[in-house]
């Protein structure tokens, strides 16, 4: 199992920035796939930002343009810029990472999960 710790959550005014950071206790470049999602209160959790070293990144379309997702060698940790924020950006970011596994002809994948951070932003 992966140990992820997600941190830079917090309270911030509409336009402003924060940045999401999370360390793993695994490499992670050894993961197939390494995500953001949010869950806003009374709403589904959601996919926010994707990435992984075999791939090139992927966002929501809510996000595209204002949040970046980045691999961070030094520190081991996948960051999460987040620009221009609105308030329908609040909620509570979690980190994941995917590893697949087993023969080619049984591949089988595992996701890991954060404890999460909350990300408010006030209008």
């Known amino acids: 199992q992966v140990q992820l710790v997600e941190s830079g959550g917090g309270l911030v005014e509409a336009g402003g920035s924060l940045r999401l950071s999370c360390a793993a206790s695994r490499n992670i470049f050894r993961f197939d796939d390494l995500g953001w999602y949010r869950q806003a209160p009374g709403k589904q959790r959601e996919l926010v930002a994707s990435i992984s070293a075999r791939a090139l990144p992927k966002y929501a379309d809510s996000v595209k343009g204002r949040f970046t997702i980045s691999l961070d060698s030094a520190k081991n940790t996948v960051d999460l810029q987040m620009n221009s924020l609105k308030p329908e950006d609040t909620g509570v970011y979690y980190c994941?990472?995917?590893?697949?596994?087993?023969?080619?002809?049984?591949?089988?994948?595992?996701?890991?999960w954060g404890q999460g951070t909350q990300v408010t932003v006030s209008s």
């Open positions: 994941t990472a995917t590893l697949s596994y087993g023969p080619v002809e049984k591949v089988q994948s595992r996701t890991d």
